[in-house]
């Protein structure tokens, strides 16, 4: 599947953001801005690496270095750059050695620091990459900074700060956290809008999905790629994931457990393909819970992930829809036609790899080939894999987009749900939001950088 998604992509998309499988031609969305960025490539570049794809994997190499350039007058979105390309450029040079990705990595990252240019420092989304001048997107509310967006640039702004002795990075990430921290929090729960003018929250909205999701997910993951020594970190997830399960998990009354969305003071009994991948994180989490919680935590990863299992069984195509709901007699049914489409999207398949690694229960393999076998039957396309609009229909029409995640994290974390644990341990390595695998930095290196993002005197190159 990787294999017919690249050489597609190779053949009628190269150098464009992503493809268009049916029309065989080039596809961007303006998260990538208006320029041919080759977003494909530097997403799938670490995934064509762990499958032992290295003549794609060269191919993908040459073209980043002679065509991958940030001194382009385009507007991007500063987290998707940041999960895809500097995830992406990071995970490559880490994997495979080669300097060109660290180098690529820092010119890019220098591009997206004058977005923290605001008056709380909490970033915009947009950020022009020439002029540095960044803005909001026009539907936020109130223009606000969304807390999934301003809140996923840890693991790999740490990272930066660790490869190049810069300690800008770091210092960055560090303030978003303290000025978090500092914040009432309706409930216990982190609204999804915050206004980087002011510091104040937009709409009382809480997500696990979209908006929200990856914020929790970065905490829990900022100290496992700590050696679990940034315990700030871990006690500000234990926190809100307390409050997540007081407020937004519910049992519907088919015995599924699920996350609901918080709306202006009432639960929204509604679960998005996206908010799948808490699943995984649950179980990622439970080691080092507090009051000996690791079972229960465990526990809940295995009901989101036989949730979101049914959410794909109740379909035609076995194909999960973009959101479900759970009341009046529905359950993990999509109602609304705009939310009965997929998009290649990983999030199930993420959560039954993390499942499997953990519990090494057969059913996540099971799974996960339904879920290989019915993307096979139903995404894939002469030129690549598509979409489809709509799962319960037998006879689907496509969206014509072959998504850059579809190549860094499906069909990686399908790979992954079939190899050994050797591949790639939990132990040594962090997946950033993008399944981009960024290693652990052993103990010792936070405390160091705490040291000399303070101080500024100390070359964070010394302990490098």
């Known amino acids: 599947m990787m294999k017919h998604a690249w050489d597609s992509y190779r ?12 029309a065989k031609k080039g596809h961007s969305t303006n998260i990538f801005g208006n320029s041919q960025m080759g977003a494909t490539i530097v997403d799938a570049l670490d995934t064509l690496y762990i499958m032992g794809l290295h003549d794609e994997f060269k191919d993908g190499q040459e073209w980043i270095e002679q065509n991958l350039d940030f001194s382009v007058v385009s507007e991007v979105s500063v987290f998707e750059v940041n999960i895809r390309f500097i995830g992406g450029l990071l995970a490559a040079y880490y994997l495979s050695g080669q300097e060109v990705f660290k180098v690529k990595a820092v010119q890019l990252a220098e591009k997206l620091l004058p977005a923290f240019n605001t008056p709380t420092g909490i970033p915009w989304a947009m950020v022009n990459l020439k002029s540095g001048v960044g803005h909001n997107w026009g539907w936020a509310s109130a223009g606000s900074s969304i807390l999934a967006e301003f809140g996923t640039l840890h693991m790999e702004f740490v990272h930066l700060t660790y490869l190049t002795g810069n300690p800008a990075y770091y210092q960055k990430v560090m303030h978003i956290r303290k000025l978090l921290a500092k914040m009432d929090r309706p409930n216990g729960l982190y609204p999804n809008y915050l206004n980087p003018r002011t510091g104040r929250w937009g709409q009382h909205h809480t997500s696990v999905g979209g908006l929200g999701d990856s914020f929790y997910e970065y905490l829990l993951k900022a100290w496992l790629m700590s050696d679990k020594t940034d315990t700030e970190a871990r006690k500000t997830y234990d926190d809100a994931i307390e409050a997540i399960e007081r407020h937004l998990i519910r049992k519907s009354n088919g015995g599924l457990t699920f996350i609901g969305e918080w709306k202006n003071g009432h639960l929204e009994r509604k679960m998005g393909h996206l908010t799948c991948f808490a699943g995984g994180m649950f179980a990622l989490g439970a080691d080092g819970s507090p009051d000996d ?33 759970f009341d009046s007699g529905l359950e993990a049914v999509a109602v609304r036609q705009n939310e009965k489409y997929y998009i290649l999207r990983p999030e199930v398949i993420e ?26 039957k139903y995404c894939r396309v002469s030129g690549g894999f598509s979409g489809v609009k709509d799962v319960y229909s037998s006879n689907p029409t496509y969206d014509d987009v072959q998504q850059s995640f579809f190549l860094a994290e499906t069909l990686k974390y399908l790979y992954l749900l079939f190899s050994s644990d050797e591949l790639l341990p939990l132990e040594n390595w962090v997946f950033n939001t993008e399944a981009h695998p960024l290693p652990v930095l052993s103990c010792g290196v936070h405390s160091l950088l705490n040291h000399c993002s303070r101080t500024k005197r100390l070359s964070c190159q010394t302990f490098h």
């Open 11 to 22: 053949q009628y998309g190269w150098g464009h953001n992503e493809l268009k499988p049916i």
């Open 293 to 325: 919680k690791a079972g229960h935590y465990l526990q809940l990863g295995a009901e989101i992930a036989h949730t979101c299992h049914e959410s794909y069984d109740r379909t035609v195509l076995k194909l999960g829809p973009e959101a479900f709901k």
């Open 351 to 376: 959560t039954y790899w993390y499942m499997w690694r953990f519990t090494h229960d057969p059913k996540y393999r099971q799974w996960g080939w339904e879920a290989a076998q019915a993307i096979d």
